[in-house]
């Protein structure tokens, strides 16, 4: 037998969870033709050399945010060094379609970073798709369509429940973006305007969703304070629509609900032996994300360029000043801060460029100024473009977590490659390594994970999940996406303080039976694809 790729000498962790077996792993074009001996008559026109690494599917990332980054640079270095072949995107409610001249300006300023000098050529979530497929990208990609993006194309920025007619259209997009080729929704709870969006309209929406065979991803209504009641939610959207819920990057923030996550489990686990309920999260115990997250959600009316003109109104920024540090009674996701806590991960201005990696905290110290101050000026500085990373985290509680049968690696990341377009900012770790540091810390330094768990919870249980076809294991007549790497050597090397290091330990990556990462060199062709829903 002749195979294009044959993979030889290693482990096989094929994604199911079963044990490591010596095998090898015979490609044609790209599908996996063969697993087993091959080592007699079988012909190649390459063979790998896998000798003392695990040969495991590409991993799968199904909590990302790559949706814009992917089309400044899609090589997407950051990723596919730490074993990605598939990046899940349009997370958080917000995806880059549908949108409208109306709503344009505010849901880029709301979407864009890095990317914000990118031009939005598109409308509608098929015309985004159209873009997103034209692109070279090195990896594959899973698009959602995000919920406040709908809510903004129908309604705008505004606080108050849909019009029939605007429920109507929601609905309407919502089964046009499905149409065209989204897995499910996304909601972003904590964002504007998701957060104005009563449960009713989530429900109405997940219906929908639910008639084209998609899940349900929600950035839950609070991490914090009210974390419990959050999961009580979207467990009852799953329960009125029997949608499949996928909980994102779930977390208690603040360390007043730090331990909050086991009345969370107990929740999840038994509402999981009814219906498709599970979670993903980052092997962390920080987030990141745009620092007006912090900026009470009655000054975020009407989108970003309104909120940006009330951090600089008199009438307005004294009210502003006081509820980030006090909070409202409506605000659910408040957490008391402590700006020490809060690192400044991209800041757009070149003037305050230096503040990159600071806290906000040190970075007001060393200019005598109030530290809430300093960030509500950035923000406006960055035309709310500045991102955080912020440590709200318990260790105890990613510990709980992580191991559980329902849950799934997420990096909550996005692609990054030094010295392109991308490459700029100081951003949170994960990013670079997140799938090598469940390796490394939870398989071989708290062993609280094996080897096979913890590619399976990268691999075959989100290909499920997503109802990928052929994808997440390592079978005859599946698509050739593989990782290489040392199990004993693979681990993450970006850090808070330096974050743009590519991980250790990973040998190979192969895309559609391509080697995209080659024994550590990264190839210029660029394989990966939009993936399409399998109904």
């Known amino acids: 037998?002749?195979?294009?790729?044959?993979?030889?000498?290693?482990?096989?962790?094929?994604?199911?969870?079963?044990?490591?077996?010596?095998?090898?792993?015979?490609?044609?074009?790209?599908?996996?033709?063969?697993?087993?001996?091959?080592?007699?008559?079988?012909?190649?026109?390459?063979?790998?050399?896998?000798?003392?690494?695990?040969?495991?599917?590409?991993?799968?990332?199904?909590?990302?945010?790559?949706?814009?980054?992917?089309?400044?640079?899609?090589?997407?270095?950051?990723?596919?060094?730490?074993?990605?072949?598939?990046?899940?995107?349009?997370?958080?409610?917000?995806?880059?379609?549908?949108?409208?001249?109306?709503?344009?300006?505010?849901?880029?300023g709301t979407l864009s970073g890095l990317e914000s000098e990118l031009p939005w050529t598109w409308d509608s979530f098929a015309q985004y798709l159209d873009v997103l497929r034209a692109a070279p990208k090195a990896t594959h990609v899973v698009p959602l369509v995000g919920h406040g993006s709908i809510r903004a194309a129908a309604m705008g920025f505004v606080n108050r429940p849909p019009t029939p007619a605007e429920l109507a259209e929601m609905e309407r997009l919502t089964a046009e973006s499905m149409e065209a080729g989204a897995f499910g929704m996304s909601t972003g709870l904590v964002y504007p305007p998701g957060l104005y969006s009563a449960t009713e309209e989530l429900i109405a929406l997940s219906r929908v969703v639910r008639r084209y065979g998609g899940y349900y991803a929600s950035h839950m209504r609070g991490e914090a304070n009210p974390v419990v009641e959050s999961v009580?939610?979207?467990?009852?959207?799953?329960?009125?629509?029997?949608?499949?819920?996928?909980?994102?990057?779930?977390?208690?923030?603040?360390?007043?609900?730090?331990?909050?996550?086991?009345?969370?489990?107990?929740?999840?686990?038994?509402a999981a032996r009814q219906q498709d309920v599970s979670f993903d999260i980052y092997?962390?115990?920080?987030?990141?994300?745009?620092?007006?997250?912090?900026?009470?959600?009655?000054?975020?009316?009407?989108?970003?360029?309104?909120?940006?003109?009330?951090?600089?109104?008199?009438?307005?920024?004294?009210?502003?000043?006081?509820?980030?540090?006090?909070g409202t009674p409506d605000w659910n996701n408040f957490f008391r801060i402590d700006w020490r806590d809060i690192r400044l991960a991209y800041v757009h201005a070149e003037r305050n460029r230096w503040m990159q990696g600071l806290s906000v905290h040190d970075a007001a110290?060393?200019?005598?100024?109030?530290?809430?101050?300093?960030?509500?000026?950035?923000?406006?500085?960055?035309?709310?473009?500045?991102?955080?990373?912020?440590?709200?985290?318990?260790?105890?509680?990613?510990?709980?977590?992580?191991?559980?049968?329902?849950?799934?690696?997420?990096?909550?990341?996005?692609?990054?490659?030094?010295?392109?377009?991308?490459?700029?900012?100081h951003p949170h770790p994960r990013s670079y390594g997140a799938f090598p540091r469940v390796f490394a810390r939870y398989v071989r330094e708290k062993?609280?994970?094996?080897?096979?768990?913890?590619?399976?919870?990268?691999?075959?249980?989100?290909?499920?999940?997503?109802?990928?076809?052929?994808?997440?294991?390592?079978?005859?007549?599946y698509h050739a996406d593989l990782v290489l790497f040392d199990p004993a050597a693979i681990r993450d090397c970006a850090t808070f303080e330096k974050p743009h290091q590519f991980a250790a330990g990973i040998h190979w990556v192969v895309v559609n039976g391509h080697p995209a990462l080659d024994n550590g060199a990264l190839s210029s062709r660029l394989t990966g694809e939009v993936l399409t829903p399998n109904r």
């Open 1 to 108: 037998m002749e195979f294009d790729l044959i993979v030889e000498h290693g482990t096989v962790i094929d994604g199911t969870g079963a044990p490591g077996r010596p095998a090898a792993v015979g490609i044609t074009g790209q599908q996996i033709t063969a697993i087993g001996d091959l080592a007699g008559s079988a012909s190649a026109a390459r063979r790998l050399d896998a000798r003392g690494l695990a040969v495991a599917p590409g991993f799968i990332d199904i909590h990302n945010h790559s949706d814009l980054a992917l089309l400044l640079d899609g090589r997407a270095e950051s990723m596919l060094r730490q074993g990605v072949t598939t990046q899940v995107t349009g997370n958080c409610g917000l995806s880059p379609a549908p949108v409208h001249d109306g709503v344009r300006a505010d849901l880029k």
């Open 447 to 477: 062993r609280v994970l094996t080897l096979e768990s913890a590619v399976h919870k990268m691999t075959g249980r989100p290909a499920r999940k997503l109802g990928l076809a052929r994808r997440g294991e390592l079978k005859p007549g």
């Open 232 to 270: 009580k939610e979207v467990l009852r959207i799953a329960e009125e629509t029997g949608i499949p819920i996928q909980i994102s990057h779930h977390k208690a923030a603040g360390r007043e609900n730090w331990g909050k996550v086991r009345i969370t489990y107990a929740l999840i686990e038994a």
């Open 365 to 425: 110290e060393r200019q005598g100024r109030d530290p809430v101050e300093l960030a509500v000026d950035l923000i406006v500085a960055d035309g709310n473009r500045t991102t955080m990373v912020n440590f709200v985290m318990a260790e105890e509680d990613v510990d709980f977590l992580l191991p559980k049968p329902e849950s799934m690696i997420g990096s909550d990341g996005r692609s990054f490659t030094p010295g392109g377009p991308t490459g700029g900012g």
């Open 283 to 326: 092997p962390y115990t920080a987030g990141s994300a745009n620092l007006s997250q912090l900026v009470p959600p009655w000054a975020h009316v009407g989108g970003p360029e309104a909120m940006q003109a009330r951090l600089q109104e008199p009438a307005h920024r004294p009210r502003i000043l006081h509820d980030m540090v006090h």
